[in-house]
């Protein structure tokens, strides 16, 4: 009987160079797997593999070397330990994630739970070709956003609170564009140069700022054949529930506009620049 490659393929077995072998990679969501989970891939690894797994560039785990006729009982075992094989293919891919402000210190977001999130909602949908999700908690950027068909930052918008600051000019040092000034003891922010990092708010003794967190969103990012930094369109997207408007108009525009096998950032091209920035604003500004 034929062997169904293109359906091995979307469900995370990847053809090897090696005749009857299958590179297995797993659904990870946001680089975080529990020690459960990598006991039973170290497990399956040893047993079915050839005693190692390889790291992918976005946070995906592979067992190499599965062999054609032991793919079933492969994932019984993982399922064991509450590990599935991931996708492959035209579809949304793994979201990936820093470990976000859960961890971090510098972290603005909960990467982690929107990771989750997304994943949930899109892990595994069609589309006319690979689609990528990664999210990075703050503008330090350790998971390069801009890479990604949608890239997701954490960002902070803020407000000084006069009756709070002693005027230490902390917030004034720590702020690397040049966004602050204290005069008269006054703080002024300057918005045009603010990028919404929250270093002030985080630098402050005594807690003299609001701070709203939000995203800061990219489209069209790849890192492939061609390299193209995402683009932002919003400046700024202060309520999750915005975030996820943006997201869906992304996903729809490129199934109802893109081409087989051609990546979100050149359906956009192709359109115009235009008509997807109306689809995204319009989602944005839609109550
Ligand atoms: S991007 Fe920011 S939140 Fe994420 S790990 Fe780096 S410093 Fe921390
Ligand atoms: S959020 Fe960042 S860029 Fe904006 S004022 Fe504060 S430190 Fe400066
Ligand atoms: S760090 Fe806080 S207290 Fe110090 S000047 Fe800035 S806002 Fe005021």
């Known amino acids: 009987m034929a062997v169904d490659y293109a359906t091995l393929k979307k469900g995370g077995f990847m053809r090897q160079k090696q005749k009857n072998n299958f590179s297995l990679r797993l659904r990870t969501v946001g680089g975080h797997m529990s020690a459960e989970q990598l006991a039973k891939v170290a497990e399956v690894a040893e047993k079915y593999g050839e005693g190692y797994v390889h790291l992918t560039s976005r946070q995906g785990v592979e067992i190499p070397f599965i062999k054609l006729d032991q ?3 492969v994932k019984n075992a993982l399922a064991e330990g509450d590990v599935v094989p991931g996708v492959c293919g035209p579809r949304v891919r793994t979201v990936t994630a820093c470990q976000g402000a859960a961890i971090c210190q510098s972290g603005c977001i909960d990467t ?9 909602r899109y892990f595994g949908y069609e589309l006319p070709h690979k689609f990528k999700f990664g999210i990075t908690g703050c503008q330090n950027n350790c998971l390069k956003a801009e890479e990604n068909d949608v890239g997701i930052k954490g960002g902070m918008q ?17 702020c690397r564009n040049e966004a602050i000034t204290l005069e008269d003891g006054k703080i002024s922010i300057n918005t045009g140069k603010c990028n919404y990092c929250g270093r002030c708010v985080k630098s402050c003794p005594v807690d003299a700022y609001d701070a709203q967190p939000g995203y ?7 890192f492939g054949n061609h390299i193209s930094k995402g683009e932002t369109i919003i400046p700024f997207i202060e309520s999750h529930e915005k975030l996820l408007k943006v997201c869906d108009a992304a996903l729809k525009f490129f199934e109802q506009n893109g081409k087989a096998g051609e990546r ?20 944005y500004e839609n109550e």
């Open 264 to 283: 979100l950032k050149f359906t956009i091209d192709r359109t115009g620049k235009e008509a997807f920035e109306k689809a995204i604003k319009e989602a």
């Open 158 to 174: 803020v407000a000084w609170v006069e009756d709070k600051c002693i005027q230490c000019g902390v917030c004034v040092k720590a």
């Open 112 to 120: 982690y739970t929107l990771a989750k999130e997304l994943d949930e």
């Open 71 to 73: 793919i079933e009982e």
């Open 216 to 222: 800061i969103v990219s489209f069209g990012g790849t």
